[in-house]
């Protein structure tokens, strides 16, 4: 399917992609975000939705999840268009503009920002052939919903941020939380281990170190428990279990985006203080930038994001300056000046 030809197409649509999609319309010009996740947010929704973050302008604190539902929100004012689960492979130059490919589609665009973060990222599958069947139905790599596994015996599979994030944060709704790791060297942040491990003492939650996947049980088809293996006695033992949560850290590969003739460098693009990558019409912001002094966080992102949007808006419509102005007088917002 080829799209209607778009002013600004942002690749990525985590909080650097969202801002960009609103800057754009605050600008007066079309956006469309395409990613290749099934939902908006990037890092934010895959992989810490229900965490606080404390860092962001004007919020004491805000979930994750929510900041994403925010900056929909703002973008929606001007409804952007977002294309999900649309991988970007390569890019084309027509005439007087370019062309995003993905599998499927082909996107027209007079400018793109890219915004691609650590690049399109999956979740590790586990290495145990028994496992693959139960994917989506017993076994699930990403939680969008911890509701979902209210009042359900939940085994986590992982030593990492996200594996104890989970078992901090589902032990209250889940019946029972069994944590399982390979080893007892554990990769998350040191309050989030003494939480689990407080939680384990108080006999709220199992921590099964040096254990690993040996096979799944089912009843009927339906998962009920996994056989798990310790490494080290190479005994099993059974665990009863409605779901299994894998969470065992992503693959990340920003692929195409380094065929593009772009200077990237570790898997980051090079831009200069405008957000220029080098390539005409073609810009970056957030998580896949590098430049002298760059911080990757969601607030650098931002000021990125309306710096390659404004640079991008005047490229492509020299009489419309770069300097924005103020939100605060502008007739789009029903304030008295533009
Ligand atoms: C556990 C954790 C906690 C964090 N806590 C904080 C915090 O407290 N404060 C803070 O400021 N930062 C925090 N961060 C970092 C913050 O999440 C990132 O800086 C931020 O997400 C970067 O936003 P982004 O939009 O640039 O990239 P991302 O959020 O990575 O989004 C990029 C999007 O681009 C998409 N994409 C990539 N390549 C393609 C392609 N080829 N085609 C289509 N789509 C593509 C991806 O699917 C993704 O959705 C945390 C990160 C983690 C992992």
Redesign the pocket.
């Known amino acids: 399917m080829t799209h209607e030809i778009t002013d600004i197409t942002i690749?990525?649509?985590?909080?650097?992609?969202l801002f960009a999609a609103f800057y754009t319309g605050m600008r007066g010009a079309t956006a469309q975000i395409?990613?290749?996740?099934p939902q908006l947010g990037?890092?934010?929704t895959a992989?810490?939705p229900e965490?606080y973050?404390?860092?962001?302008g004007g919020f004491a604190k805000v979930l994750a999840k929510d900041l994403v539902n925010a900056l929909v929100e703002q973008a929606a004012q001007f409804h952007f268009k977002s294309h999900l689960n649309?991988?970007?492979t390569a890019l084309e130059r027509n005439d007087d503009h370019l062309v995003l490919v993905t599998e499927t589609d082909r996107f027209p665009t007079r400018a793109i920002v890219i915004?691609?973060?650590?690049?399109?990222?999956s979740p590790r599958r586990l290495p145990q052939q028994c496992a693959e069947p139960w994917y989506g139905r017993g076994i699930f790599d990403r939680v969008s919903d911890p509701e979902e596994f209210r009042g359900q015996k939940i085994v986590i599979i992982g030593g990492g941020?996200t594996a104890f994030d989970w078992a901090q944060q589902l032990r209250d709704r889940a019946k029972a939380v069994t944590l399982v790791h390979r080893s007892d060297k554990y990769r998350a942040h040191g309050a989030t281990i003494a939480d689990v491990q407080a939680a384990v003492a108080a006999g709220r939650t199992t921590l099964l170190p040096f254990h690993e996947l040996h096979d799944v049980i089912s009843v009927d088809d339906k998962l009920t428990g996994v056989t798990l293996r310790d490494v080290k006695s190479k005994t099993t033992r059974d665990v009863e279990a409605d779901a299994v949560l894998p969470m065992l850290g992503f693959h990340s590969d920003?692929?195409?985006?380094s065929e593009w003739g772009l200077q990237c460098v570790d898997d980051e693009i090079v831009v200069n203080s405008l957000m220029e990558t080098g390539r005409p019409g073609i810009y970056a912001a957030?998580?896949?930038t590098a430049y002298p002094g760059k911080l990757?966080?969601?607030?650098t992102?931002f000021g990125e994001a309306a710096t390659a949007v404004n640079q991008a808006v005047h490229w492509m419509y020299p009489a419309k300056k770069i300097d924005p102005g103020h939100s605060s007088n502008m007739a789009i917002f029903g304030q008295k000046d533009d």
């Open positions: 690749i990525g649509g985590g909080p650097t992609g395409v990613d290749a996740l990037g890092q934010l992989l810490y965490k973050i404390f860092d962001v649309q991988n970007v915004a691609a973060g650590i690049g399109a990222f941020d920003i692929g195409a985006l957030g998580d896949i990757k966080l969601i607030a992102g």
